[in-house]
């Protein structure tokens, strides 16, 4: 039986662990023994009747044959995935039992697939992803190393998702759109074509979304600019 430690203990490890538990519970052959989390706080704590056994410092010092990153944050789930990797550990994927995967879909080593996530046919996803509850993830898409396609988000056939972006809540990508590395697709936007890298967009259509403070002075992100 695998022995599986979650990195995190926040909303989304919690997530994780009732993933864990669930395959488990459906005979799948590993097991999540706690988690791992730097907030002293919680040292001690329990969650979803597992334990938090102390810092990620203390890695070594558990039995554990695999780990799932429990963090949502893109860019602190890559840091950490990219330092436990080049020390030898190995990932697992934490893929709910209401998960529909196309029999030919890639999944990348650490994926967390959650509770009636689609994955359909031809579809290749990277390393250390979330696809979260309810998302879709049509046939042929490719999602890049630790991107986060978020809860009921949709995404059409042939979509390009790159390193580390944030499809939002409820976002909705038109098919073959290709959305760049490290941007943000928000929160129920419908992405009609490409999006470059390092971009924000919202609305629908989607475009570039920017704020202007109070002093009137463009500054990257507030209030909505067409462009
Ligand atoms: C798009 C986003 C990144 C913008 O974040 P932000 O720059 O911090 O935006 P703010 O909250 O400061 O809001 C700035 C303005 O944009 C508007 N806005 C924020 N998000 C928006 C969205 N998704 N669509 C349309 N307008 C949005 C706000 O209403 C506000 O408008 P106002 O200036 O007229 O009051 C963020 O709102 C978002 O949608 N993130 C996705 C979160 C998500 O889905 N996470 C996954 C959870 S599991």
Redesign the pocket.
């Known amino acids: 039986m695998k022995r599986v430690l979650i990195i995190g203990a926040g909303g989304?490890a919690q997530v994780v662990a009732d993933i864990l538990l669930r395959m488990h519970e459906a005979g799948a052959d590993l097991l999540p023994i706690g988690y791992l989390d730097d907030n002293p706080h919680l040292f001690g704590e329990w969650r979803l009747g597992l334990p938090i056994l102390g810092p990620l410092a203390v890695i070594d010092a558990i039995e554990h044959d695999a780990l799932v990153i429990g963090i949502?944050d893109n860019q602190t789930r890559k840091a950490i995935y990219e330092r436990l990797a080049a020390c030898g550990k190995q990932f697992t994927v934490a893929c709910h039992p209401s998960a529909i995967i196309a029999r030919d879909a890639v999944i990348g080593a650490g994926t967390v697939i959650a509770a009636r996530a689609v994955v359909n046919a031809g579809a290749r996803v990277g390393v250390n992803v979330?696809l979260?509850s309810g998302s879709i993830v049509e046939h042929h898409n490719c999602i890049g190393a630790h991107a986060?396609i978020?809860?009921g988000?949709t995404l059409g056939g042939g979509v390009v998702v790159g390193e580390g972006a944030?499809?939002?809540?409820?976002?909705t990508v038109l098919p073959q759109c290709t959305i760049g590395a490290w941007s943000?697709?928000?929160?129920?936007?419908l992405v009609t074509s490409a999006v470059d890298d390092h971009l924000?967009?919202?609305?629908i259509p989607a475009r570039p979304?920017m704020?202007v403070p109070r002093n009137g002075h463009p500054r990257h992100?507030?209030?909505?600019v067409r462009v």
Do not use: E, Y
């Not at 992100?221 to 909505?224: D, G, I, N, Y």
């Open positions: 989304h949502g979330i979260n986060h978020a809860p988000s944030l499809i939002g809540i409820g976002a943000v697709v928000g929160g129920g936007a924000v967009v919202t609305g979304h704020t992100r507030r209030a909505h």
